[in-house]
C-alpha cells in the first residue's frame, strides 16, 4: 500500500487527499503522520526535503511536493479525469494551482502566523492581509464561470483552492476583513463548491488538524 505522508492541517496534504477521494482511490493509501516531525533524521531518511507531502509508492519510489503528486495520481488514476482534455481548459487549471502555491499559499503563510502568535493587530499583520488580498486577486481575474474552478467539472485547481479557502475564511474574522470583497467570482466559486460533501468533509478535517495543533502550540 502507498503511504502519505502529512497532516490534514497542510494545504498541500489536502489536496492530495481531495485527488483521491474524488478518484475513490482514498483505500490505496495510508495517511501516515510524518515519522520524528518535520525536518528529523528519520524523515529525511524518505526524502531529503523533509517537507509535506510525500508520497511513498514503494520502497526507494517516494515523490515529494504536493501538485507533482497530484499529476502522478491523475495519471495513476484517470478515471475521473482532473485535467481537461480541452488545452486552454487544462492550462487555466494548471494556471489556478500555480496562483495557489506562489501567491495565495505565500500570502497566507505570515497572516497565520500573525494570528498564532496574537499579533493579529499588528503593523505586520495589515501588511500580510494587503499580500493575501492581492493574491486572491489573481484568482478572481482568472477563475472562469461556472460550478467549478474550471467549468463544471471537478479538477485539480479546485483540490488546491478547497485547502487554502479553509484558513483563508478561518483568518478573515479574526484579522477583519472580507476575502471575498471585490470577488465576485471567487464567492461563487466558494460558496457552490462549500455546499458540496468533499468540501465539507475536508474542512471538517482541517478544523481537527488545526485544533490539535494550536493546542499543541500552546503547550
Given at each position: 500500500m502507498?503511504?502519505?505522508?502529512?497532516?490534514?492541517?497542510?494545504?498541500?496534504f489536502?489536496?492530495?487527499?481531495l485527488?483521491?477521494s474524488?478518484?475513490?482511490?482514498l483505500?490505496?493509501v495510508?495517511?501516515?503522520?510524518?515519522?520524528?516531525?518535520?525536518g528529523?533524521?528519520?524523515?529525511k531518511?524518505?526524502?531529503?526535503?523533509?517537507?509535506?507531502p510525500?508520497?511513498?509508492v514503494?520502497?526507494?519510489?517516494?515523490?515529494?511536493?504536493?501538485?507533482?503528486?497530484?499529476?502522478?495520481?491523475?495519471r495513476l488514476?484517470?478515471?475521473?479525469?482532473?485535467?481537461p482534455?480541452?488545452?486552454?481548459?487544462?492550462?487555466?487549471?494548471?494556471?489556478?494551482?500555480r496562483?495557489?502555491?506562489?501567491?495565495?499559499?505565500a500570502a497566507?503563510?505570515p497572516?497565520?502566523?500573525?494570528?498564532?502568535e496574537?499579533?493579529a493587530?499588528?503593523?505586520?499583520?495589515?501588511e500580510?492581509?494587503?499580500?493575501?488580498?492581492k493574491a486572491?486577486?489573481y484568482l478572481?481575474?482568472?477563475?472562469?464561470?461556472?460550478?467549478?474552478?474550471?467549468?463544471?467539472?471537478?479538477?485539480?485547481?479546485?483540490?488546491a483552492?478547497i485547502?487554502?479557502?479553509?484558513?483563508?475564511?478561518?483568518?478573515?474574522p479574526i484579522?477583519?476583513?472580507d476575502?471575498?470583497?471585490g470577488?465576485?467570482?471567487?464567492k461563487q466559486w466558494h460558496d457552490v463548491?462549500?455546499?458540496t460533501d468533499?468540501?465539507?468533509q475536508s474542512?471538517?478535517e482541517?478544523?481537527?488538524?488545526l485544533?490539535?495543533?494550536?493546542a499543541?502550540?500552546?503547550?
Open positions: 502507498m503511504k502519505l505522508y502529512g497532516r490534514r492541517l497542510s494545504p498541500y489536502e489536496r492530495v487527499v485527488v483521491l474524488l478518484k475513490n482511490a483505500d490505496d495510508a495517511l501516515t503522520p510524518v515519522p520524528g516531525g518535520l528529523s533524521e528519520d524523515y531518511a524518505i526524502t531529503p526535503i523533509g517537507k509535506i510525500t508520497l511513498e514503494r520502497e526507494g519510489f517516494v515523490i515529494p511536493e504536493g501538485q507533482v503528486i497530484c499529476t502522478y495520481l491523475e488514476y484517470p478515471s475521473p479525469a482532473l485535467i482534455d480541452a488545452a486552454a481548459d487544462a492550462a487555466q487549471v494548471e494556471l489556478l494551482c496562483l495557489v502555491d506562489i501567491y495565495v499559499s497566507l503563510g497572516v497565520f502566523r500573525a494570528v498564532r496574537g499579533e493587530q499588528s503593523d505586520a499583520a495589515k500580510a492581509v494587503v499580500n493575501l488580498q486572491l486577486s478572481e481575474y482568472y477563475i472562469t464561470p461556472g460550478q467549478r474552478a474550471v467549468g463544471d467539472h471537478w479538477s485539480l485547481a479546485d483540490c483552492m485547502p487554502v479557502f479553509f484558513f483563508v475564511r478561518t483568518l478573515a484579522l477583519g476583513f476575502p471575498f470583497e470577488t465576485p467570482k471567487l463548491v462549500a455546499q468533499l468540501c465539507k474542512n471538517e482541517q478544523g481537527k488538524s485544533a490539535d495543533f494550536m499543541q502550540s500552546k503547550n
